[in-house]
């Protein structure tokens, strides 16, 4: 499967890059901005195991035999000073925390400093998050000098792209929500007066619905929340230009995208037009439009529609949702190509990796996004976790590193020991779904809480180190695109234990001392295989993704070292030779690397923002408050309101997940009621007059059908509609002496 196009910018999913009036008329009714429209739309809402991979060498040097620990008063005496010292640090015997309260407290708006147990000494988190700042003006600038407004960029060659005639400033946009949490002031500014004079989406050219969605839409969305919600807060900019422009441009190019979705099911096409908002079939894989890319629109479409109040988008999102899960695919797993015009799938290939990732993303995200209101999301969440665990989940040998596979013949067949980077959003995710954001030690205290939890919250972390192993065991310390493993035989799944009884992987990642008889190597090198083919790394975010919700969820430091060994790793490895940018590189096997010459727009839009929130304070953008779109942008919670509801129900099921059969209902013939003749009958010939009234008016053949201009026919009749006229149909004898009058 190839990764990279030979015109555009990589796409999450798709093989090949394919690349106005309003449908829902938005701007149709009365004067005023659009931010006049949006009136407190969210006021009030917010709100016992196998062995481990390496135990010690019984050969291990050691000294001189020595009496027990426990009897030596030097080591005693040390140990109390240094748990007295480690207990003043962290405030458990300070008077201020009993003062300060406990450990749910919000921590301050700087991250400060921590001990690290990892390294040794204090850790100043702001300071490496102001690391990951001069990362990104890096690449910023270097873009914003050579390639400016260009869809794709090399910074090797220093020059760009467009995707269509005049470009789609694809960078730009997909940086503007980044540019604003590091509070970069001038790059935001010069950013919106691109966005103001140059983004036009009047454009003669096909584009990728979902790509355009989560980065276009995605950015511009976000962008609006945070300069909205936070006025003053991130980046601040001092310019003429209205506060309506983020809104105004995404209801725009909402309605040129939602062409793809005029489909005989609803499912949307891969591509559509810009200028003439038509949607595309996919020209490869029969038509068949990506599971993921069809069922990943849904957060941006409805937060669009939550802000102008119009439920068009909303319904054309949610609708996609029906089609698929009318499928009833088994244990709620399903393929990862999907008929446009049919809304079935097409074959049995199921994976969490390209194609597949983010729709079990976006169900458990869109359950978060309303509030927890729409239970079916959150429904079909667990029956997909439950499938998984059932299906996919199984062990590493010899290490046991967890590995959630694929099955690319169906459930029923063999097990494909791989993983796509791309998968490595779940264990964060997973985390996500299991407290709801919350911190574990708050989750835990919730009534919901049980052992059910406590086995998902493991899994996640399992999946975190089988995700951060991809990294150590290569040379460069950054991943390859897929990874495949070595694999019990027969493979050992998930549910052949009991909770407390699973395979759990290495406890440490620390690297054995280069001595003779002792296995130096990295941890997991047996079980990991990162095939020449797949060795390539496009700075993709999903693992520090996970790393960002792992930190803030456990709280456990680990995660943050783990992030920060990895940025030093891209730091130096994809470095440009004239150290003026970051490129993706060919293999995380060859050191000195070789560059590939391209930046990914995620680049900046994901991975370096969420580098970024891991170092930086708990208190920017709350996981309670906000959910991120598959891109990383951010939209607020919301509750559904008097306008917005769940508009559909799933069918019936057995405790198979399979569809209930639905029984023939009688087809009766209705019979007219009593012996009221037709006012028409025997007049011959009739004619349909459309004419915009509330009620019916039936003309016979002896009264006249001309309307005098000057009568003011809605004014004139008898029954009233309370809001509007609606459209009536009114049946006319047609008369070749008598002129109609429409």
Not at 232 to 253: F, Q, R, W
Not at 302 to 310: D, R
Request: charged share 25%.
């Amino acid at each position: 499967m190839a990764y990279i196009s030979q015109t555009g910018p990589t796409q999450r999913h798709t093989d090949n890059w394919q690349s106005s009036h309003s449908r829902f008329d938005i701007n149709g009714q009365g004067n005023g901005s659009i931010t006049d429209k949006i009136s407190d739309v969210f006021g009030g809402d917010r709100k016992n195991s196998l062995p481990m991979y390496k135990d010690k060498p019984f050969q291990y040097p050691g000294g001189r035999r020595k009496m027990p620990w426990y009897r030596q008063k030097r080591i005693i005496a040390v140990a109390l000073l240094s748990l007295a010292l480690l207990s003043w640090w962290f405030g458990i015997l300070s008077p201020l925390s009993y003062v300060t309260g406990g450990s749910d407290k919000a921590p301050a708006k700087k991250s400060q400093s921590s001990w690290s147990l990892f390294g040794g000494g204090i850790v100043d988190w702001d300071d490496r998050a102001q690391k990951v700042k001069e990362a990104f003006q890096l690449s910023f600038s270097d873009y914003e000098k050579h390639a400016w407004g260009d869809d794709e960029y090399h910074p090797v060659a220093k020059d760009g792209k467009k995707m269509t005639q005049e470009g789609l400033g694809w960078i730009i946009v997909d940086a503007l929500d980044t540019m604003m949490l590091m509070n970069l002031t001038t790059e935001l500014e010069h950013a919106r007066q691109w966005v103001r004079h140059n983004l036009t989406y009047d454009q003669d050219h096909d584009v990728s619905t979902f790509e355009t969605t989560i980065r276009m839409l995605g950015g511009l969305l976000s962008a609006h929340y945070l300069s909205s919600s936070f006025p003053g807060v991130y980046a601040p900019v001092n310019d003429t230009l209205s506060d309506d422009m983020y809104i105004e441009k995404a209801a725009e190019l909402a309605d040129r995208l939602i062409g793809a979705f005029d489909t005989q099911s609803g499912v949307p096409l891969a591509s559509v037009n810009l200028h003439t908002q038509k949607g595309i079939p996919s020209h490869a894989d029969g038509g068949a439009s990506s599971t993921a890319e069809a069922t990943s629109v849904q957060l941006e479409l409805k937060y669009l529609s939550k802000l102008t109040g119009e439920t068009g988008y909303w319904e054309k999102a949610e609708h996609v949702m029906k089609v698929v899960d009318d499928n009833a695919e088994p244990d709620g797993l399903v393929p990862i190509f999907i008929y446009a015009d049919r809304g079935v799938f097409r074959g049995n290939n199921i994976r969490l990796g390209s194609r597949g990732d983010s729709y079990y993303e976006y169900l458990i995200k869109q359950y978060l996004q309303t509030s927890q209101q729409e239970g079916v999301y959150n429904e079909m969440w667990k029956e997909s976790m439950a499938g998984l665990k059932k299906h996919l989940l199984t062990y590493s040998s010899p290490s046991n590193f967890t590995v959630l596979a694929e099955k690319q013949n169906g459930l029923e067949q063999a097990l494909t020991p791989k993983m796509d980077h791309l998968v490595c959003f779940m264990p964060g995710t997973i985390a996500l779904a299991t407290t709801g954001g919350l911190t574990v030690a708050q989750a835990r205290r919730e009534r919901t809480w049980g052992s059910e939890q406590e086995d998902d919250m493991i899994l996640a972390e399992e999946l975190m180190k089988t995700c951060w192993g991809m990294y150590t065991v290569t040379a460069t310390g950054l991943a390859g695109e897929i990874t495949h493993f070595k694999l019990h035989d027969p493979p050992l799944m998930y549910n052949d234990f009991a909770s407390g009884d699973r395979p759990r992987g290495p406890k440490s990642f620390e690297r054995m001392p280069n001595l003779p008889g002792v296995d130096s190597r990295p941890v997991g090198t047996d079980d990991y295989n990162i095939k020449s083919a797949d060795a390539h790394n496009l700075q993709r975010p999903e693992t520090v993704e996970s790393l960002f919700y792992m930190w803030r969820i456990t709280g456990d430091e680990k995660y943050r070292q783990w992030g920060w060994q990895m940025f030093e790793a891209f730091r130096k490895h994809t470095i440009t030779p004239d150290s003026t940018g970051y490129s993706s590189i060919n293999s995380v096997q060859n050191v000195p690397t070789s560059l590939r010459d391209n930046m990914e727009s995620f680049w900046l839009a994901e991975t370096l923002k969420y580098f970024f929130l891991l170092f930086s304070s708990n208190d920017i953008l709350p996981l309670t408050d906000v959910v991120f779109n598959t891109e990383a942008h951010a939209f607020p919670r919301f509750k559904l309101g008097k306008l917005f509801k769940t508009g559909w129900e799933r069918k019936p099921r057995d405790e198979s997940g399979h569809l209930l059969p639905v029984p023939d209902k009688a087809i009766e013939e209705k019979k007219p009621e009593g012996d009221k003749p037709d006012p028409l009958a025997g007049a011959g010939p009739r004619k349909i007059q459309t004419v915009h009234l509330t009620s019916t008016k039936v003309v016979p053949a002896t009264e006249t059908t001309l309307l005098p201009q000057s009568v003011d026919v809605a004014n004139s009749q008898t029954e009233t509609d309370s809001e509007a006229a609606e459209t009536a149909v009114v049946p006319v004898v047609a008369d070749p002496a008598v002129e109609m009058v429409t």
